[in-house]
């Protein structure tokens, strides 16, 4: 793996994958795979900034490192590992804590958005969730974050607080770079096309990369879509059916051009059926294999404690440095 540039990302379990984090992360991860030395984790200490059942918690991290198996990421090729089986990432984040101002945490769109939906327990841990993930990030010493557009802010402040991390004690962490792709970078709601399709809000209008294809077909079926009748991408105009455009255009890897120029003249009943059974197709073979992995709990906890032990050479290496370089003492 030595002389590749590394990339690192993550995904909280703290609900079922969805088609959003398909497209915008996780195929991404599996196309970037090759070229890449890469670090995927399961996020688990930062899905506990909102309340969690504990045993659900452990079932969906499970569910969620056979799921990144099943989408084609080899734990061979790949660091597939539990970010809390990691303890140097909390050890990064208590110095860097040290390096973000109060201020700037307090602007993160992220932060404000989930105090608004659990204003009885806007706790420390929510408002210091983007120090972890830079720790995520800068403990490897990434090159590269493949990532949804809702995660840029939380990119431009790790690279803010590496930047004065570097300015203070000397060149010490690669500044990442985020990767957002151009098509798919925020899949929205397929009843409520103005919302994100995410993970902790269930609704009608979320596909979850575990769900059967009679479920998938009846949410694409019921998708909202736009007045008029042409299928022409415009997501200010039309939000509902250049949402479905995007997710066609993955699942069938196709340009958004080649969508319009395939559908123009179909109406939306035919186009929405036909997403639908490109979504089934893209997670169907998903579904079977991480199903299939699930039946093996001891093959998933081998690459849980294999993934860490090697996640924990290349960040115990960034701990020792960073520490160094703050003055504690070494034993
Ligand atoms: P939660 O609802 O718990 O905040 P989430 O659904 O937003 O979770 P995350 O675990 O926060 O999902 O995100 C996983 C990755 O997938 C991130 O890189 C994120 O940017 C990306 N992602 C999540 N939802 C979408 C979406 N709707 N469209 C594109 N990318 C997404
Ligand atoms: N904040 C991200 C999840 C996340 C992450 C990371 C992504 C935590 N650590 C490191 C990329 C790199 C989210 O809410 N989607």
Redesign the pocket.
């Known amino acids: 793996m030595d002389g590749k540039k590394v990339i690192l990302?993550?995904?909280?379990p703290?609900?079922a994958?969805?088609?959003?984090?398909?497209?915008?992360?996780?195929k991404n991860w599996v196309e970037l795979s090759e070229e890449y030395e890469c670090y995927y984790c399961i996020?688990d200490l930062?899905?506990i900034t909102?309340r969690q059942d504990p045993a659900t918690l452990r079932r969906n991290t499970l569910t969620q490192l056979a799921q990144y198996i099943a989408a084609g990421l080899d734990p061979n090729k790949n660091v597939l590992f539990v970010q809390s089986h990691v303890p140097a990432h909390t050890q990064l984040a208590w110095a860097l804590n040290c390096f973000t101002m109060f201020g700037e945490l307090g602007r993160m769109t992220?932060f404000k958005e989930?105090s608004v939906k659990n204003p009885e327990n806007i706790n420390a841990g929510l408002f210091t969730y983007p120090v972890l993930m830079a720790a995520d990030i800068l403990v490897y010493q990434a090159d590269l974050v493949?990532?949804?557009?809702?995660?840029k802010q939380h990119l431009e402040i790790t690279r803010d607080i590496a930047q004065r991390f570097n300015a203070a004690h000397g060149d010490t962490f690669k500044i990442p770079e985020p990767f957002i792709?151009k098509i798919?970078?925020?899949?929205?709601?397929l009843q409520e096309p103005e919302n994100?399709?995410?993970?902790?809000?269930i609704s009608a209008g979320r596909v979850c990369v575990g769900d059967r294809p009679e479920d998938i077909m009846r949410a694409f079926k019921r998708a909202v879509t736009d007045s008029g009748s042409e299928i022409r991408f415009d997501p200010e105009a039309k939000p509902g059916i250049s949402n479905l455009m995007q997710i066609y255009a993955v699942c069938a890897n196709k340009t958004l051009a080649e969508v319009e120029s395939e559908f123009s003249g179909s109406g939306y009943g035919a186009f929405k059926t036909a997403v639908g059974e490109a979504v089934v197709e893209t997670l169907r073979p998903i579904r079977e294999e991480s199903e299939r992995l699930l039946g093996d709990r001891a093959y998933l906890e081998k690459i849980c404690a294999d993934g860490a032990a090697r996640a924990a050479r290349t960040a115990d290496k960034t701990v020792r440095r960073v520490y160094k370089k703050l003055g504690f003492v070494a034993v």
């Open positions: 990302s993550g995904i909280q703290s609900g994958l969805t088609l959003g984090s398909y497209i915008g992360a996780i996020v930062h899905a909102v992220q989930k493949p990532v949804g557009d809702d995660q792709p798919g970078a925020r899949i929205m709601d994100k399709m995410s993970k902790s809000e």
